[in-house]
Nanobody, 116 residues
Framework: QVQLVESGGGLIQTGGSLRLSCAAS?????????MDWYRQAPGKQRNFVAR???????YYAESVKGRFTLSTDAAKNTLYLQMDSLIPEDTAVYLC?????????WGQGTQVTVSS
């Protein structure tokens, strides 16, 4: 059974940093074709944040480019999102998503709140 568990969210002041983790179980990390971070603010739609596409590379939403960095630790089956220079507009629930063999899996999310 596939499970994605996010952690690392919290309350942070403007300009601060957080590192989110997405621990994956039940997946073969070497066969995951795409790993994403999305975010969803209250009352708004879910928006793309960052993606690691195997054999293609990493890319980011314009709103986070230069501030957020996606990385992985294959030995731990974990996806990370380093978030620097946080601003109130970054406040949202952050969710990870992984695609493997035609199946898509989502975590439950971790709340990030940036105070002004």
């Amino acid at each position: 059974q596939v499970q994605l568990v996010e952690s690392g969210g919290g309350l942070i002041q403007t300009g601060g940093s957080l590192r989110l983790s997405c621990a994956a179980s039940g997946v073969d990390f070497s066969r995951v074709s795409q790993m994403d971070w999305y975010r969803q603010a209250p009352g708004k739609q879910r928006n793309f944040v960052a993606r690691l596409a195997r054999n293609i590379g990493t890319y980011y939403a314009e709103s986070v480019k230069g501030r957020f960095t996606l990385s992985t630790d294959a030995a731990k089956n974990t996806l990370y999102l380093q978030m620097d220079s946080l601003i109130p507009e970054d406040t949202a629930v952050y969710l990870c998503k992984m695609d493997q063999s035609g199946q898509t899996y989502w975590g439950q999310g971790t709340q990030v709140t940036v105070s002004s």
